[in-house]
């Protein structure tokens, strides 16, 4: 059993952002999990 890594991509929601997470999502492996945050909104940021 593989177990889950978590990768948390915090954004602004700019344009710079959009394509960083763009490329953290199609570089993640199968077992990653990616969580985008946003800095505007999200109380985690």
Known sequence: M???R???VFS?????C???VK???SL???SCD???LD???DKAA
């Open 28 to 30: 993640a492996c199968p």
């Open 39 to 41: 800095m505007r909104a």
């Open 23 to 25: 490329l953290v999502q």
């Open 12 to 16: 602004a929601g700019c344009p710079a």
């Open 2 to 4: 593989t177990k889950k």
């Open 6 to 8: 978590t990768i948390e």
């Open 18 to 20: 959009d394509e960083a």
């Open 34 to 36: 990616v969580q985008v």
